[in-house]
């Protein structure tokens, strides 16, 4: 049973992959935005590290989006209907969460198929 680590540094990894399933914390990558482009920045980060574990948005399994404001909801709705591939969503749940970051508007955490 092998475990690979994507990036590790001290304190956690990039994303995690073990037994054929990826596990990743998205961010925006693009703080100067908003909400919609917050969102659209953390789901191309999911992109590309999903394409690292040789995955991709099809194959998500589980989505939940940690939102600073529900408030929010609604563009980052926009955000994601746009990207998420249509006839594979995955489960999904989002809540409103005071984040670590206080320029993050949101935070996206995916379980995916290798």
């Given at each position: 049973m092998t475990i690979q680590r994507i990036d590790p540094e001290d304190r956690w990894s990039e994303a995690?992959?073990?037994n054929n399933t990826v596990y990743?914390?998205?961010v925006p990558e693009d703080l100067s935005?908003?909400?919609t482009?917050?969102?659209?920045?953390?789901l191309h980060a999911i992109d590309k590290i999903l394409a690292r574990a040789?995955?991709?948005k099809t194959k998500i399994l589980d989505a939940t989006i940690f939102l600073a404001d529900k408030a929010n909801?609604?563009?980052?709705n926009a955000a994601w209907d746009a990207w998420v591939a249509h006839g594979?969503?995955?489960v999904r749940c989002t809540v409103e969460a005071a984040l670590m970051n206080p320029d993050y508007k949101v935070e996206i955490k995916?379980?995916?198929a290798v």
């Open positions: 995690v992959v073990h990743y914390t998205s935005g908003d909400i482009a917050q969102t659209t920045s953390a040789g995955s991709d909801f609604a563009g980052m594979s969503a995955p995916i379980i995916a």
